[in-house]
């Protein structure tokens, strides 16, 4: 088992003991590949994907796993992926995105993590100066297993605060409300720029079965406020 297909393993199983699953099938539609998503929701979790894809002979592999918050919360989105080519993992990305709110715990974490993993850090592309200024961007060399544990450790301490009774009473108005559903809105949207995505993914499945996950699985917008 690839270090990928493992911590994928590891990822659902942790969200799976903490939330509702819907598992997406997509491996019919690919030949010798493997793809899986589940969709991950709760009082608290708006909308969760974790995607595992294996490409064939091993050319490309990717994990992916975002959530955003229900719109009550002022916490920010998650955003975690791994890849890897040729079976070489290549880049580790994570990032607590403000959307507009963000939460000083989480970003003191985020801000210290950084600072450990600092030596691995790869500059990053115009579209991708959305995410925040602790945004971990990393070439992980001979040293995944490292980065790893620190990642999982990211998401853990997430998940904590999006447990339904958890660090506040405080909920959003209806005004801060909307603003939460423009900030998620404008992260898809921010998203969509990378166009190797796009790029990879069509190679498999086509341009417009793959932009139609893009837009409507991988990073999915919420209607205007009405």
Request: net charge neutral; charged share 25%.
């Amino acid at each position: 088992m690839s270090l990928l297909k493992s911590l994928y393993n590891k990822l659902k199983d942790n969200s799976d003991k903490n939330f509702q699953r819907i598992d997406l099938n997509h491996n019919s539609t690919l030949n010798d590949c493997d793809w899986l998503n589940h969709i991950y929701i709760s009082p608290s979790i708006r909308y969760g994907h974790l995607e595992y894809f294996k490409g064939s002979n091993d050319k490309i592999e990717v994990l992916h796993n975002v959530i955003y918050p229900n719109y009550f919360k002022a916490i920010p989105i998650f955003g975690f992926d791994v890849i890897s080519l040729g079976g070489k993992i290549t880049g580790v990305f994570l990032d607590y995105t403000p959307s507009p709110f963000d939460f000083i715990d989480l970003r003191k974490l985020q801000e210290t993590i950084k600072q450990e993993l600092k030596v691995y850090s790869r500059s990053l592309p115009d579209w991708a100066k959305f995410f925040s200024p602790d945004f971990l961007a990393l070439n992980p060399q001979e040293n995944f297993y490292e980065i790893k544990e620190k990642c999982v450790v990211l998401l853990f301490e997430y998940l904590r605060f999006c447990e339904y009774n958890d660090f506040s009473s405080y909920y959003l108005n209806k005004e801060d409300t909307i603003r939460h559903i423009t900030g998620q809105n404008e992260y898809s949207l921010n998203q969509r720029k990378n166009s190797k995505t796009q790029k990879a993914l069509s190679k498999y499945i086509g341009e417009e079965k793959a932009n139609e996950f893009i837009e409507r699985v991988l990073v999915p917008t919420y209607r205007d406020w009405e």
